[in-house]
């Protein structure tokens, strides 16, 4: 009797334990469809419908915190990117870095004298060639032109940088390099027609040493990427043409692993939103993180499309065989991550090129904000949070190098507490300008408006806390109307020159 009175309590007890799991899986599934919170958006944008007798929820993870899908789960914000010549590099550092840099208030290596062009490249990473991080602080963002040193750079950057780096295929960068450098002047080739093709008959007898020009990649057109990521230039000479075949394929693989050791993440020019995707799920970071404008830093070349034979491309993969080693190398690595890559990344790669080229459009003219044109919302998905897109994000994204640079020495001075720097010529140059008497009392740097648009320059002394809110409203709709007079102006004269044209005046 005992016995049958203890299982039957038994009975009674699992019986209600049942029915209280299944009661409190019922409310957690009530609170989730009926929540205010962004995952509701997010529902949205996985088309889910709830009303539908059969549903599949996500896993309880992406449910929660959808966008959190990452390496490590936290954000990482320390990231080393020694700058390749003619890779889109600037169109990375200058749209993604710079702007992540500048939002999140890092500190970047800046050159001293801070310019256009950095004093770093190609063997110059000495104290005295840039800016000290402010005291007690260690810097956290590297974007510069200069050869990759592995010694040099863990004494610069914390233990926890990541460290990326772009490459391309190596014949499409020998014609982007060969059309920015004008290579075929330097050769004494511009008479000739198809200066590519002639220069790879032979191109031992035109490009006989590696150059160091201040604007130049340290090697023109052999292994010119490899040599900007540490390869000895010296070594060129053991991996040429009609080099022994062993001792080339040793020394080449050797510098490959170096690379692949070193560097977390190897993008390829050719597949840059992919690579973009990769790094933000490597960095944890947001889909606007990596959104981009592309730069203007190109100049294009006119005319027909350069062909080259079957037996010039191969002149060429023997020519420069260890920067063909090293895109065959990582363009499989890249591959190979992206098949082991979940979370949709396809469909996280087509919504980013989707939303890229939406932002693009929005920001052609960041003024039109100002003239009544509302913010654009980004809702939430499934890989990151929503946000909104204004006048002010538009102005980063569409911020050159010259004012990026600039607007970092900027803080870097009032980190470091220097004295305002003011020019006598600059100062004569803006007696004119309404801006300078606004921006003046509180620069370092004061040639920055020269740097950046007025705009944009106002806009920073705004967003710093220099500038209150009235004054950076009515002086920000008085440039954007100064503009606005400005381009008419300018359509004006353009129809009157071809007015003239057509008159024969």
């Known amino acids: 009797m005992v016995q049958r009175r203890a299982y039957f309590i038994m009975f009674l007890l699992m019986f209600v334990l049942l029915f209280a799991g299944i009661l409190h899986v019922s409310y957690l599934n009530t609170d989730i469809v009926n929540s205010k919170t962004p995952l509701a958006p997010v529902k949205n944008s996985l088309h889910m419908d709830m009303t539908s007798p059969v549903v599949k929820p996500p896993p309880p993870r992406q449910v929660s915190f959808p966008w959190l899908e990452c390496e490590g789960g936290r954000e990482r914000k320390r990231i080393a990117y020694p700058k390749n010549h003619k890779v889109a590099g600037s169109t990375f550092s200058w749209s993604v870095l710079s702007r992540y840099a500048y939002t999140n208030r890092l500190n970047v290596v800046v050159p001293n004298p801070w310019r256009v062009w950095s004093s770093m490249y190609p063997y110059t990473l000495n104290p005295h060639h840039y800016m000290p991080p402010p005291p007690n602080q260690t810097f956290d963002i590297f974007m510069h032109h200069t050869v990759y040193n592995r010694t040099r750079f863990p004494q610069i950057m914390p233990n926890d940088t990541v460290y990326v780096t772009i490459i391309r295929k190596p014949l499409n960068h020998l014609k982007s390099a060969w059309n920015f450098y004008h290579y075929e002047e330097q050769f004494r080739l511009s008479k000739v027609n198809n200066s590519i093709a002639t220069f790879l008959a ?38 040429t043409l009609g080099s022994d075949p062993g001792r080339r394929e040793d020394i080449t693989q050797t510098f490959v692993r170096t690379i692949d050791q070193d560097f977390d993440l190897v993008m390829l020019t050719e597949y840059l939103d992919e690579s973009l995707v990769l790094l933000k799920r490597l960095m944890c970071w ?7 404008i592309r730069s203007t830093n190109v100049k294009h070349r006119h005319g027909q499309e350069i062909l080259l034979s079957t037996q010039l491309q191969q002149t060429h993969k023997e020519w420069s065989y260890v920067d063909y ?10 591959w190979r991550r992206i098949k082991s890559s979940g979370n949709d990344f396809w469909g996280e790669v087509k919504y980013f090129k989707d939303l890229n080229q939406e932002i693009s459009r929005q920001c052609q003219d960041p003024c039109s904000f100002h003239r009544g044109k509302p913010p654009f919302q980004v809702s939430s998905t499934r890989w990151s ?40 010529k600059t100062t004569k140059q803006w007696k004119r300008e309404t801006l300078l008497n606004i921006v003046k009392p509180y620069c370092i740097y004061c040639e920055l408006p020269k740097k950046c648009e007025n705009l944009e320059t106002l806009t920073h002394f705004y967003r710093d806390g220099y500038i209150n809110e009235e004054v950076y409203q009515k002086t ?13 102006s300018s359509v004006r004269r353009g129809k009157k020159r071809r007015s003239r044209k057509k008159r024969g005046l």
């Open 202 to 239: 032979n191109p031992a007898k035109y490009d006989r040493s590696c150059g160091h020009g201040i604007h130049l990649p340290v090697c023109l057109t052999q292994n010119s990427m490899s040599v900007d990521l540490g390869f000895p230039p010296s070594d060129n000479k053991k991996v």
């Open 286 to 292: 947001k889909i606007q993180d990596i959104i981009y």
């Open 325 to 334: 080693a090293l895109y065959d190398h990582f363009n499989k690595s890249l």
């Open 385 to 424: 949070p929503g946000f909104t897109v204004d006048i002010d994000l538009c102005l980063l994204l569409r911020r050159d190098y010259k004012c990026h640079i600039s607007i970092q020495a900027e803080r870097a001075g009032k980190s470091l507490r220097l004295p305002p720097n003011i020019l006598r």
């Open 476 to 488: 920000s709709q008085q440039m954007c109307k100064a503009k606005v007079g400005k381009k008419i």
